[in-house]
């Protein structure tokens, strides 16, 4: 090999290319970045582009070595740069990585997605503050996707490193953090949660997000597991701060809510249906009632007017204890438009009056010149209305929904919800709004905030807003079936809807908390044999714990989205499962 082969311009030595790494192993779209090069310079540059990532994982320092030769004879090519700065960012190079990264997006001048490694080498070199700044920059704000996810991440990191870990939170709760996903990104995202709570002190929170890290990661991507294992360590030796914080009800003989220190209500379906008052929820509520707080998707009515209903139906309510969607909704819109901006309102009075407290003015048609949308639920809502909810958006205002709950529950049975109304501005735009119902973080966190709880419990009538809601938060929940989903739902319900408990309605929280925790059962003996299930007592028929019972079996197996056959050779339990509607009467 001659000297012109193994130097590079500027004296140094290439590192020795593999007889097995061919040119024409690179990517074609990369090959045709190096088409104004002469054939043989392309060629070896190729090769190291190939070397680079062929070691990138197991030997960082000497992938470097190679983006380095391939960028000594190609430093004008934009994706030589960009390798070279990436294989110096692995390589723990945070300077060479910076130049490198920067150069290659004055190169190619649309390298935006290069962000989240830029901000993490300010991270390396000391430099948190800056990273935020390039998170916070317009370029990285109109980052989407993977990209977001991973800004995100660096930026929360960045946070923990002044020691915000509140700040690295609240970076965090603007992805997707909805639990069930499965993947890489989701992972990294869950686990990146995850490590903000624990820092932050909230260990159970953490502990659930590190489960949620740890189910999604399929590729091994992160740590989510020993993390997880060492917050269980943690508890088992008895960690300061951890015991108290648990949201995780014993199998004691304590009841369900007094495991907990706030109780989160869903409204329509769970303490009231109309003006009849559910059972149990007047004992429930009035045995705590600074200690519940009440969390509707109903945008119509006011915090007053929704304390004062509950007041005439015999509850201990106040204002101060009720978060509405159409309060958290006000509050979405103005945290992203100027003060002072026009909305168009498509809703009840009650959120025209949530509009003007934040600051902002209500107006009613497209013709305004709204800078923002914000729809809720209103009985007057039409095709007019829509109409012109519609044309704003299409003429560029901001879009927010209150909720998108497609039914609302009444004496006389489902009617239509602001969801429906929703949808239909959707078909006509092809947008989507920014929700701040349940189940979308906004409204779970404000009343978490308000609760100042450690050891909350949400309690609703729908999978996919309140169990859904609960599980964006990280926080347990009981499914209560006096409203819109039914045991067959719960069975089939996915990941992410799945509550830690199920009652069949609120005076069945009264018995022992392990009872109503969907998991195995000492009193049942589930079969599942594809889609046909047996459900036969231990003796005594105990009902309470039969479809916590039947709930984990079929999530186990893997079943739920079957036609199931559920029977029992005990007459009782077949009794049961009939009134469960899991069954026909024989």
Known sequence: MSKRDTQVPGGDSDPVLPDGIKAGDLDPEVRRDLQGLDKSTADRVARHLVAV??????????????????????????????????????????????????????????????????????????????????????????????????????????????????????????????????????????????????????????????QNAAAADVDDATDAEFALAELLNEELDGAPGFAEEAPVASDGDSVLPAEYDALLFDLDGTLYEGSAVLPGALDLVGSRPRECYYVTNNASRSATEVAEHLRSLGFD????????????????????????????????????????????????????????????????????????????????????????????????????????????????????????????????????????????????????????????????????????????????????????????????LDVPASHLRIGPQARWKITVLENRVSAEPLGGVEAATLLPALAHAIWTAEVGDLDLRINSSDERTMSLLVELGLAESR
């Open 317 to 508: 309510a106040d204002a101060e204890a009720v978060v509405t969607s159409a309060q958290v909704g006000a509050r979405l819109v103005a945290d992203r438009i100027a003060g002072g901006s026009k909305v168009l309102v498509v809703g009840a009075d009650a959120l025209r009056e949530e509009i003007r407290a934040v600051g902002l003015q209500p107006v009613e048609s497209a013709e305004d010149g709204p800078t923002a949308v914000i729809q809720g639920h209103s009985p007057k809502t039409g095709w007019a209305q829509l109409s012109e909810a519609a044309l704003a958006v299409a003429a560029g205002a901001q879009w927010f929904a209150t909720n998108t709950d497609t039914t609302l529950p009444t004496e006389r049975g489902l009617m239509i919800g602001n969801g429906s109304m929703v949808a239909a501005v959707a078909a006509a735009t092809g947008s989507e709004p920014v929700v701040a119902g349940k189940p979308a973080a906004p409204i779970m966190r404000e009343v978490l905030a308000r609760s100042r709880s450690s050891r909350p419990l949400m309690i609703g009538d729908r999978l996919n807003t309140d169990i859904e809601g609960a599980n964006t938060v990280g926080i347990d929940s009981v499914l209560v079936l006096t409203g819109v989903s039914s045991a067959a739902a719960l069975l089939a319900a996915s990941v992410e809807q799945r509550p830690t408990f199920v009652a069949r309605d609120l005076s069945e």
């Open 53 to 210: 990532g062929e070691l990138l994982a197991e030997d960082p320092e000497l992938a470097l070595e190679h983006a380095r030769a391939a960028r000594a004879r190609a430093a004008r090519v934009g994706v030589v740069r960009e390798t070279a700065g990436i294989a110096a960012y692995y390589a723990g190079q945070w300077q060479e990585a910076l130049s490198e990264l920067r150069a290659a997006r004055r190169i190619s001048g649309d390298g935006d997605a290069l962000l989240p490694l830029i901000a993490d080498c300010e991270r390396g070199l000391g430099r948190p503050e800056r990273a935020i700044e390039v998170a916070q920059s317009p370029e990285g704000q109109a980052l989407a996707g993977e990209e977001a996810v991973e800004l995100s991440i660096v930026e929360a990191g960045a946070h923990l490193d002044l020691g915000d870990a509140e700040g690295a939170i609240r970076v965090l709760e603007g992805q997707n953090l909805r639990a069930g996903r499965s993947g890489t990104e989701a992972a990294r995202l869950f686990s990146a949660y995850a490590g903000a709570l624990s820092a932050a002190g909230r260990k159970a929170q953490a502990l659930v997000w590190y």
